[in-house]
């Protein structure tokens, strides 16, 4: 018998779980998330192998659904300095790289640009000719000043032969050893959006490093030494060590999406409403053939728009230890959490901090900590708390509704005992065994993907052809990610025309999945 390790860090706990080859739940925890994130990781580690009863040789896989890299955007924190090329010169002149980033990002990512000759049209044909000298001596100029390049061109989407030679010569003047991104392997159509990707993607170098490092580390000194690590990415599926080394972006928001698979999974249902309530917000997220739907518009990260791939989510102020107010005789319900310090600050634990937890527990939704610590809360106070929670999380699930009809709703996370049991416009409230811990259970069952995403003129190639070579370019990435050729299957397809491009253009996207090459 052989075994999974699947573990997420969210904002308040830091989830661990075993399963096994039926993907049947062994053991669980819940410890607090620390602020270096990796201790927290550890403790999950320790803990669920040692309640676990199992022989650590039988872990095969171990998946992490971590926030480190949100974290480093969103802090400033241990960010590598970037050299930035933009390859569409004389064409994007008027707008500068990362020209519309907080200072204090901009600052701590990059002061170093050119905006160089090159880029394509939307059918593929050379816009101008890369200058070679041109790349070298941008080089030259700051090869002891950064720490990781960022490659963009007009249209590499399309074609994205010179950003990749363009790498080559990073190479040649740089070493093999810097990190390069090619906003042709990150992001979507868009120029701006793609090469702000492309930068922060190369800016989480050193921290995806870090991740790995300290993942790989935590497992050894637990005694796990013969399984194969992989970390979750933001569309519910996995990515090896080294893939992840190269796309550490992708890993930004894994967590609300590792809940959407769980809950999917736990449920049995592959088409739905997922709540996810957490200790510090709760994430509202559609589950669509099994996998979480994905945005339709740009994402600011830390500041800064971007169109890679990002699901489609509504995340609130509510959780388990949001902090419960009257002000002007009105019930004011956060933003201020206490978070992971809930277990210390909240009345049924012996603190002082009124939460919405002491809340459930007044009102016996929930049986946590000491009641009796609660019982003076005045009853009507609680009942108004109580229905400011249920249209604070209505009027959030309708956003993400796209019919009037009534949807099954999973309820998952720690803090669900906030949510009722009956919900308008919603046909069913589905709390699953192991509900708690879902997004660790997400993380164990993912599978690997592979996806491709481009323009094609449909004078040159028949719409059959252009979508069969994309299905390719899906399926072969997920081979190179580690997926099981066997095993892998389509899983959405996309067919857009763009009328406002000429040459009967059309955007083909495909999406391919499948298990653990070795599973």
């Not at 779980?17 to 925890?29: M, P, Q, R, W």
């Not at 088409?271 to 996810?276: P, R, S, W």
Request: include cysteine; proline fraction near 3%; charged fraction near 25%.
């Amino acid at each position: 018998m052989s075994y999974r390790l699947g573990i997420d860090v969210g904002g308040t706990n830091t989830d661990a779980v075993i399963i096994d080859n039926d993907l049947k739940v062994i053991n669980s925890v819940k410890t607090p998330t620390t602020e270096d994130v990796s201790t927290g990781i550890r403790k999950a580690i320790h803990l669920v192998l040692k309640d676990g009863d199992i022989d650590k040789e039988s872990i095969k896989y171990s998946m992490l659904g971590t926030t480190h890299c949100t974290n480093a955007i969103v802090e400033r924190k241990n960010l590598c300095k970037v050299g930035v090329i933009r390859l569409g010169k004389p064409a994007t002149m008027a707008i500068e790289p990362m020209i519309d980033w907080p200072e204090d990002l901009s600052k701590a990512v990059s002061e170093n640009f050119t905006i160089a000759h090159g880029g394509f049209e939307f059918d593929g044909r050379e816009i101008v000719s890369l200058d070679e000298e041109e790349i070298k001596n941008f080089l030259d100029e700051v090869k002891d000043k950064v720490e990781a390049i960022a490659i963009t061109g007009v249209f590499s989407p399309i074609s994205n032969a010179q950003e990749l030679r363009v790498k080559e010569l990073v190479e040649e003047v740089m070493g093999n050893d810097i990190s390069v991104s090619l906003s042709s392997e990150i992001g979507s159509l868009g120029l701006l959006e793609r090469e702000n990707a492309a930068i922060l993607n190369a800016s989480l170098s050193k921290v995806a490093k870090n991740i790995s490092l300290s993942f790989k580390k935590a497992l050894e000194e637990e005694g796990v030494l013969s399984s194969e690590i992989y970390l979750c990415q933001n569309d519910g599926t996995l990515m090896s060590l080294e893939h992840s080394l190269k796309y550490p972006i992708l890993t930004i928001a894994c967590g609300p999406t590792n809940s959407i698979r769980g809950a999917g999974y736990l449920s049995n249902l592959s088409n739905a409403i997922v709540l996810d309530v957490g200790g510090t917000t709760s994430d509202i997220g559609v589950i669509i053939n099994s996998f979480p739907r994905e945005s339709a518009v740009a994402v600011e990260i830390g500041g800064a728009r971007t169109n890679f791939r990002m699901p489609d989510l509504i995340s609130i102020a509510l959780g388990g230890g949001t902090v419960v107010k009257e002000k002007d005789g009105k019930v004011v319900l956060g933003p201020e959490s206490v978070g992971y310090k809930i277990t210390e600050e909240a009345l049924v634990f012996g603190g002082k901090t009124l939460t919405t937890t002491d809340i459930a527990v007044r009102l016996g939704m929930a049986d946590i900590g000491d009641k009796n610590k609660v019982s003076n809360i005045d009853l009507n106070f609680a009942n108004r708390v109580k229905d400011e929670m249920y249209n604070l999380i209505l009027k959030y699930i309708d956003n993400m509704k796209l019919t009037n009809d009534n949807a099954p709703l999973i309820l998952v996370g720690g803090g669900s005992i906030l949510v009722p049991e009956k919900i308008e416009g919603i046909s069913e409230v589905i709390c699953p065994e192991n509900h708690s811990v879902a997004n660790a259970i997400g993380a164990a069952i993912a599978q690997i993907s592979g996806q491709c995403e481009k323009v094609y003129s449909l004078l040159k190639i028949s719409r059959d052809d252009a979508i069969t070579e994309a299905r390719e370019i899906a399926i072969k990435e997920a081979v190179d990610a580690g997926a099981d050729p066997e095993s892998i299957e389509i899983v959405e397809i996309e067919d857009i025309p763009l009328a406002y491009l000429p040459g009967n253009a059309t955007r083909i996207k495909v999406k391919a999945a499948g298990n653990l090459k070795s599973a």
